[in-house]
């Protein structure tokens, strides 16, 4: 029995969404004239995930907050001993998210016919990045998969924490911003040329910076649109030769030497990649795969590299650490960390520790650096408004010493 998402339409007129389960598409097509709908499409969940995997489309899946929900509730459900596909039925059927549900429904199709959970999360890889997939696949074969899911709901509902931390601490910049440059924008394209037309009028050489003001206004008027389709090319070619292997390393190896911006880079991958490789080690999954899939969250081309050349060394059977340490791009710390957790035999708890610290740190840098800048946004307002209404006021002390 499979999940199907299906488009129908009722007597009056008005077309329904929603997912059932049936053997068939021609079941399902008769479960929808029994309940008095005519059906006009009914594609198999799965195969309609391969279609939207295909096709452009502006959703990657399941979002962070979504997926953390999802894995919290069947771990509660999963560690009460309710059957894996009972858990699934339950998550799908209280779910409102219309996506969500057809997600979780397709994968209990799956697990009804007989297939692992991890093969039926294989049919919907835009939802359940690869870390979750070998997750849950060496749960299953551990025997442990509530704990497994256990630890995936704290992993998946902390990067979603971080997220959302971000996310609201730049709300304020970027609204004060954006305010700024709405203000400076009305001001040198409506308010300057009124003022400023009445000097010029009276024939008098206005002072250098006044006359700046007017012809940067009078650029903005005749040629602002082009600035911003020049600055949109501009992104967007930008953004193409980064798709680019070659550029991309360079760009990346720039962006980590930039003393601020590299550290937070650094720092923030590093503990991905250490949250994640300590959960493929706690789980069961083997050391080399671990080290690919947990390679595959970290978004610099260097850091990258490095792991994915350590795995090489580690294959001919050299330490992880002294394996990691060798391209120098994490910090010595979590190399000595690692290295003493190899040294130990507590190597999950190790990459655990080195992940909450590069986690903190970090936290405590993008939170001082937020706290910075409001208030550096608030000081280059006052300054840009200032200069523009001292630009203004200038002609009229210059007019007030001719009057004396």
Known sequence: MGAFEYTAVDPDGKQHHGVLEGD????????????DLLPITVIESAQKESTRQSSFSLGSGLSASDLAVL?????????????????????????????????VLGVRA???????????????????????????GAGEQSGHLDAVLERLADYTESRQELVQKIRNAMIYPIVLLTFCLL???????YVVPKVVGVFVNTGEELPGPTAAL????????????????????????FRQVLKKSGPRKQFDAFMLRIPITGRILRGLNTARFMRTFSIMTGSGVPVLEGLKISAEVITSTPMREAVEEATLRIREGAPIGTSLGKAKQFPPLCIHLISSGEASGQLEAMLSKAAGQQEREMDGLIGTLLN??????????????????IALLLPIFEMNKLVL
Not at 24 to 35: E, F, G, K, Y
Not at 183 to 189: A, D, F, K, Q
Not at 220 to 235: A, E, H, K, M, N
Not at 372 to 388: A, D, H, N
């Open 71 to 103: 894995t919290r509730q069947l771990a509660t459900l999963v560690q009460s001993s309710m059957p894996l596909e009972e858990a699934l039925a339950a998550v799908g059927e209280q779910n409102e998210n219309a996506r969500m549900k057809t997600i």
């Open 24 to 35: 068939t598409a021609r079941q399902v097509r008769q479960q929808l004239r029994d309940r």
């Open 183 to 189: 203000i400076v924008t009305l001001m040198m394209t």
């Open 372 to 389: 910075i800048l409001e208030p550096g946004m608030i000081i280059f307002m006052g300054i840009l408004v200032l200069s523009i209404v």
């Open 110 to 136: 799956r697990v009804r016919e007989g297939f692992s959970f991890a093969d039926g999360l294989k049919d919907f890889p835009r939802a359940f990045p690869d870390i979750y997939r070998a997750t849950v």
């Open 214 to 237: 007017i012809i940067l206004s009078d650029f903005l008027q005749s040629y602002g649109w082009l600035v911003l389709v020049l600055i949109g090319i501009g992104v967007f070619a």
